[in-house]
């Protein structure tokens, strides 16, 4: 609701050869919004049985962009194809 000013609909997926880290964040607009200082991130992964579960949303165009303005520059959006075969916009490590 914060982000987009509405309950977004979703459905479960999975990113295969990836990995959860976390990273620092240090923008101040960031730390205030979210109140963490350390973030999960999708790493790609040597290993290609690690994955991650997640939530696919459907956004708008416009909502994309509102979502590439608040990731901070330890991320970059890249299109994967998910495990159901889907290609979708996810943000990795930059």
Same mark, same amino acid.
């Given at each position: 609701?914060?982000?987009?000013?509405?309950?977004?609909?979703?459905?479960?997926?999975?990113?295969?050869?990836?990995?959860?880290?976390?990273?620092?964040?240090?923008?101040?607009?960031?730390? $205030?919004? *979210?109140?963490?200082?350390?973030?999960?991130?999708? &790493?790609?992964?040597?290993?290609? @049985?690690?994955?991650?579960?997640? =939530?696919?949303?459907?956004?708008?165009?416009?909502?994309?962009?509102? $979502?590439? *303005?608040?990731?901070?520059?330890?991320?970059?959006? &890249?299109?994967?194809?998910?495990? @159901?075969?889907?290609?979708?916009? =996810?943000?990795?490590?930059?």
């Amino acid at each position: 609701m914060e982000s987009f000013g509405r309950i977004l609909k979703g459905y479960k997926d999975t990113l295969n050869g990836y990995k959860l880290s976390m990273v620092e964040i240090t923008d101040a607009s960031v730390l $205030a919004k *979210s109140e963490q200082k350390f973030h999960p991130i999708a &790493v790609k992964s040597t290993n290609q @049985s690690d994955f991650i579960e997640g =939530v696919v949303f459907e956004i708008s165009e416009a909502e994309l962009l509102m $979502a590439d *303005s608040y990731e901070v520059d330890d991320y970059k959006r &890249v299109d994967v194809v998910l495990e @159901s075969g889907k290609l979708a916009w =996810v943000y990795v490590a930059a």
